[in-house]
């Protein structure tokens, strides 16, 4: 009986032998792969940790420098920013910021500069948006009222259609375009909520040339459906 066991056992060690010469080597390279893979993933996901907070204490050093109206130290740690973490939201967030600032401060060729660069280089649709918005205010405050329009074409997403709306309107009464405004400020009013203080001003708007606002038809059904 032992002799049968041994013989058994023999032959399974051989058989064990075949497979792996066989298919050894593709285990082997199969487990590099999927062990590399693993420790890459981490390392990524360190890695990005390690990036957002290294971004976090810069932009904190930012936010320090905008309290102070301190714009040279302001602009030196955007540039830092921008070269050593374009990719975090604090970068975004630090050139939305910066080109507050600089509005603020009479120097808008800086904001405009640092709007671009959020509308190029986000992959978040908030602030490209945001950017956009605030590049469109930019120029309307230039008086260069066709390319204020060209930019708010540009923005995208439902959750800025009030605020376009109501810039267009804006811009179309600089021009004197009364009837582009009308259809551009009842839109705007149509997109904000009722009780919003913004929709009481666009009804302002409105009231002065001449138009009684038409609320938004509803067409939520009560619960439980039709009876």
């Keep these: 009986m032992a002799n049968q066991l041994d013989l058994e056992e023999q032959e399974q060690l051989d058989q ?12 082997t390279w ?18 990005q940790r390690k990036q957002a907070a290294q971004a976090a204490a810069l932009f904190d050093e930012m936010g320090k420098s905008i309290s102070a109206g301190d714009m ?8 830092d920013m921008k070269e050593r973490y374009p990719g975090t939201a ?64 540009t ?6 259609a009030a605020l376009v709306a109501d810039r267009r309107g804006d811009i179309y009464m600089q021009q004197g375009q009364r ?3 009308k259809t551009a400020y009842g839109l705007a009013y149509q997109k904000l909520e009722e009780r919003s203080q913004y929709r009481r001003l666009v009804q302002v708007k409105l ?7 038409q609320e938004p038809a509803k067409t939520d059904k009560p619960v439980g459906g039709d009876k």
């Design 16 to 27: 064990l032998k075949h497979f792996w010469s066989q298919y050894g080597n593709l285990i």
């Design 30 to 47: 199969l487990l590099i792969v999927v062990l590399g893979s693993v420790a890459a993933w981490n390392g990524y996901h360190y890695w």
């Design 72 to 79: 040279a130290m302001a602009q030196r740690t955007f540039s």
């Design 90 to 153: 604090y970068a975004q967030q630090a050139a939305l910021a910066l080109a507050k600032l600089a509005s603020d401060t009479g120097q808008a060729d800086t904001a405009k500069a640092a709007l671009q660069w959020v509308a190029e280089k986000s992959s978040d649709e908030g602030y490209v948006g945001i950017a956009q918005l605030r590049m469109a205010n930019l120029q309307f405050a230039a008086k260069d009222y066709e390319q204020a329009l060209r930019t708010l074409d």
């Design 155 to 160: 923005v995208k997403g439902d959750a800025f």
């Design 179 to 181: 009837e582009q405004a």
């Design 207 to 213: 009231n002065a040339l001449g138009v009684e606002p």
